[in-house]
């Protein structure tokens, strides 16, 4: 099991490009999420999907897109980077709606120069 | 709005002492599930422990309790014996309804020897 995992693990990125970072799980997890990470604060919900086809939007959805075409991936997609999208960001999966694990990935450092 | 605030930015132990770090928490939910994470400075999540909000005990993982006090919003992760290896931020976390979730902004936590 290689539990939840992302790709790249660091990337820099010109304002104005585009990229997707990569998230996958092996566990059969319905739910999966993507988080931010800026200095002093804490974790915030991007995008998440209860299950293949079904996505949301989480606090700060604005830049990004996602897709689930199958339960074990998730990709995160920034269509148009800006500096302001420079953080942290986890991918995170859990079993279902209902359960309260959540196993994230070792996390992607994005920088937008 | 939904709200979790930790106010303790920066908190040192002595090895082997207990270790409370506060966290409160403000939704209008009546259903909700609060959860502490751990972050090494190798950057990955950990989860270390779960209440939720109808939940009559206070939740235990080993070493690990959550100080579940529902009138006073609070909702304190309590570190016993704590070891060196505890060094990392802890961040306080809240699910509501609609499987949103937010994070505190965490706290460092070191522990001396």
């Known amino acids: 099991n290689a539990g939840v995992t992302q790709t790249p693990k660091f990337q820099v990125l010109k304002t104005g490009q585009s990229m997707t970072l990569q998230c996958a799980q092996d566990m059969n997890h319905e739910y999966m999420s993507w988080y931010r990470q800026d200095p002093g604060m804490g974790l915030r919900l991007i995008h998440y999907s209860v299950g293949a086809g079904i996505t949301d939007q989480g606090e700060v959805p604005n830049g990004y897109n996602v897709s689930r075409s199958t339960t074990e991936d998730f990709p995160l997609r920034l269509l148009s980077a800006a500096p302001s999208q420079t953080s942290v960001y986890f991918c995170?999966?859990?079993?279902?709606?209902?359960?309260?694990?959540?196993?994230f990935g070792p996390g992607t450092r994005l920088t937008v120069t | 709005a939904q709200k979790i605030t930790q106010t303790q930015p920066g908190m040192f132990v002595q090895e082997k002492e207990a270790v409370t770090l506060d966290c409160t928490y403000d939704t209008s939910d009546p259903s909700y599930g609060l959860f502490w994470y751990k972050q090494p400075s190798s950057g990955e999540m950990i989860f270390l422990i779960y209440?939720?909000?109808?939940?009559?005990q206070n939740a235990t993982e080993g070493r690990y309790s959550l100080n579940f006090q529902k009138a006073r919003k609070s909702a304190n992760l309590v570190i016993s014996a704590s070891q060196l290896g505890d060094s990392a931020m802890y961040f306080c976390?809240?699910?509501?309804?609609?499987?949103?979730?937010?994070f505190g902004t965490g706290t460092s936590l070191t522990v001396i020897p």
């Open positions: 995170a999966s859990k079993a279902d709606i209902l359960s309260y694990e959540q196993y």
């Open positions: 976390a809240m699910r509501v309804p609609g499987n949103q979730f937010y």
């Open positions: 209440q939720g909000s109808y939940d009559q």
